[in-house]
């Protein structure tokens, strides 16, 4: 784990500056320029530890460094979305899951974060079972994409960013514990994964 916390550490002290990436960026306000170099420069890693949020993040969720890294940069950026929109927004899966585990640091979430950059409480408002909420909801994510193009120039990363849904998780997601219990892929889950992982690396070849 402190081999991946380094790793991690490495890729946040070598990345290019926050603008370098937006194409979008010239269509900022100041302001908002301000704001997003702010939130995007903001580290939720504590230094020095061998198990830091981005760690224990990759951990949980089994992804890579890499992912994991990619993940908590649109995270901030949806965060910077939510800070410019007029209307309330809903992340994408992934997203969703960074900023559950940020929510658990309360004091880097609410009092660094909200407290003393953003000036705001970003409230976390889990959907309730009911059938306006997974409507709202589905709105709420396609409104953040139609930001994201406009703020960063871009669609975001379709990886992280899924397709408007009306549910964060599958009413199947379990948590399992990995110490009494084997995870196996079912046989026709795997080969659609296996198939669209294909498909998508034909497409960017052809492109």
Not at 16 to 38: C, E, F, S, V
Not at 135 to 150: D, F, G, K, R, V
Request: hydrophobic share 40%; charged share 20%.
């Amino acid at each position: 784990m402190a081999a991946a916390a380094a790793e991690l550490d490495k890729a946040h002290t070598t990345e290019l500056p926050h603008w370098i990436y937006l194409t979008g960026y010239a269509t900022m306000t100041p302001d908002q320029k301000l704001l997003y170099g702010q939130i995007a420069r903001f580290k939720i890693d504590e230094p020095g530890v061998p198990w830091p949020f981005s760690v224990r993040l990759a951990w949980q969720y089994r992804w890579s460094n890499t992912f994991t890294h990619r993940a908590i940069v649109e995270y901030k950026k949806f965060i910077f979305l939510i800070m410019v929109s007029e209307q309330p927004l809903s992340p994408a899966t992934v997203i969703d899951r960074v900023w559950h585990h940020h929510i658990l640091y309360t004091q880097s979430y609410w009092n660094d974060f909200c407290g003393q950059l953003l000036k705001r409480q970003i409230h976390h408002n889990p959907g309730r079972g009911i059938e306006v909420d997974a409507t709202s909801y589905y709105h709420q994510c396609a409104q953040a994409l139609i930001l994201y193009q406009q703020y960063f120039g871009n669609p975001p990363p379709a990886d992280i960013w899924s397709a408007p849904q009306r549910q964060v998780e599958s009413l199947d997601y379990q948590w399992v514990n990995r110490t009494d219990y084997w995870a196996v892929p079912r046989v026709d889950t795997f080969l659609k994964r296996k198939i669209s992982l294909l498909v998508s690396a034909s497409r960017k070849k052809q492109s």
